[in-house]
């Protein structure tokens, strides 16, 4: 039976769904299934070898630093984030990155690059130049996240005093 005008869902943002459920209300056996939009799919394709990788975090030593993830393709409307955090001799440093977005029209585009303050310019270099543990949280959706531990760290600037 399907729902007419007088029906107080009519009009309302959620009626496409009471429609579709209604496709299914005239018989006890009929039944069918779909995903909801968001739901049930992943935010991205991703590489065989994606999960495998080691990042890199590449550190100018002065105001930037940056680390790209491969092997992936984000799907349509993801805004992807990533959490960074570097273990220190007191607190964890933790630090959001700034997605850095691939051209308009690069379909092709495998891979994820984020930016995040120079650790050395924080302070966070040890004296001997290492830096304590890395991790990073890539987050892509709501309760889909993807965490990579023990990140390298390569300078690739000079190391300010």
């Known amino acids: 039976r399907a729902v007419g005008p007088e029906h107080s869902v009519v009009g309302q943002r959620d009626a496409l769904w ?7 209300a005239g018989s006890k056996y009929a039944g069918t299934s779909f995903i909801l939009p968001g739901h049930g799919e992943l935010a ?18 002065f105001t930037i630093s940056e680390v ?3 092997g ?5 409307n993801v805004e992807p984030e990533a959490m960074l955090t570097i273990e ?6 933790n630090a959001l990155g700034r997605w850095i977005k691939p051209l308009d029209g690069d379909d092709e ?14 302070g ?13 949280i890539l987050t892509l959706k709501e309760g889909e996240t993807y965490p990579f531990s023990d990140l390298l760290y390569m300078a690739t600037g000079g190391i300010p005093n």
């Not at 220190?88 to 440093?93: C, H, K, N, Q």
């Open 68 to 70: 790209t993830l491969k």
């Open 109 to 122: 585009h495998r891979e994820l690059t984020f930016q995040f303050d120079s650790p050395a310019m924080l």
């Open 18 to 24: 009471v429609d579709l459920a209604n496709l299914t």
């Open 44 to 61: 991205a394709e991703m590489s065989d070898n994606f999960f495998a990788q080691t990042p890199i975090l590449k550190d100018d030593g």
């Open 124 to 136: 966070l270099i040890r004296e001997d130049g290492t830096v304590g543990p890395i991790s990073l």
């Open 88 to 93: 220190t001799d007191g607190a964890p440093f």
């Open 72 to 76: 992936i393709k984000l799907l349509e």
